[in-house]
Antibody, heavy 120, light 110 residues
Framework: QVQLVQSGSELKKPGASVKVSCKASGYTFSSYAINWVRQAPGQGLEWMGWINTNTGNPTYAQGFTGRFVFSLDTSVSTAYLQISSLKAEDTAVYYC?????????????WGQGTLVTVSS | QSALTQPASVSGSPGQSITISCTGTSSDVGHYNYVSWYQQHPGKAPKLLIYDVTTRPSGVPDRFSGSKSGNTASLTISGLQAEDEADYYCDSYTTSSSYVFGTGTKVTVL
């Protein structure tokens, strides 16, 4: 079945970096985009942007430029989210999710989420 | 891009119907038929319920239906069941080539 499996929870100190992985299986990785969505504790969903799995070209939403980097390793069907210079307000669950190239319709399936906690 | 506006909470008794609204602008909900809805149980990842305003993916019960009028989309749950208690989020593509989620609605089954 189609699934996205993310790496485990992370506890980081302010100023550190973190890299979250998202491994796809059950479909052709390069046939769909990977989007990233953030959910702060007790808060709603926030779209962070997406990466084209054919070209590797990332697109970042407003508020997610500079410290956030999307990347790929197509040889292992895996997308990555790296966050540098971590701040307390980066504490959140980060989700990767598949989306079609041919329309702007849906996000499915979602990874199980990776909790990143930033605390000294 | 401001979040789409949803009611914070909606409740209903088992078997009843409830409707969750999702209000945006002419740059998102009102511009495209790319509105989707997601269900999120506590501690779980969101699950796709509806896309393209009205389309249900296979496996989603037909108790869930979507609609849109102008800048407002709606999700209706008919025959409310205990397992429908969850948070619900709408989402829309925008004229800025981005996506915006709704503020989220907590559904309580009384």
């Amino acid at each position: 079945q189609v699934q996205l499996v993310q790496s485990g929870s992370e506890l980081k100190k302010p100023g550190a970096s973190v890299k979250v992985s998202c491994k796809a299986s059950g479909y052709t990785f390069s046939s769909y985009a990977i989007n990233w969505v953030r959910q702060a504790p007790g808060q709603g969903l926030e779209w962070m942007g997406w990466i084209n799995t054919n070209t590797g070209n990332p697109t970042y939403a407003q508020g997610f430029t500079g410290r956030f980097v999307f990347s790929l390793d197509t040889s292992v069907s895996t997308a990555y989210l790296q966050i540098s210079s971590l701040k307390a307000e980066d504490t959140a669950v980060y989700y990767c999710v598949r989306a079609p190239f041919t329309s702007n319709s849906w996000f499915d399936p979602w990874g199980q989420g990776t909790l990143v906690t930033v605390s000294s | 891009q401001s979040a789409l506006t949803q009611p914070a909470s909606v409740s209903g008794s088992p078997g009843q119907s409830i409707t969750i609204s999702c209000t945006g602008t002419s740059s998102d909900v009102g511009h495209y038929n790319y509105v989707s809805w997601y269900q999120q149980h506590p501690g779980k990842a969101p699950k796709l319920l509806i896309y393209d305003v009205t389309t249900r993916p296979s496996g989603v019960p037909d108790r869930f239906s979507g609609s849109k009028s102008g800048n407002t989309a709606s999700l209706t749950i008919s025959g409310l069941q205990a397992e429908d208690e969850a948070d619900y989020y709408c989402d829309s593509y925008t004229t800025s080539s981005s996506y915006v989620f709704g503020t989220g609605t907590k559904v309580t089954v009384l």
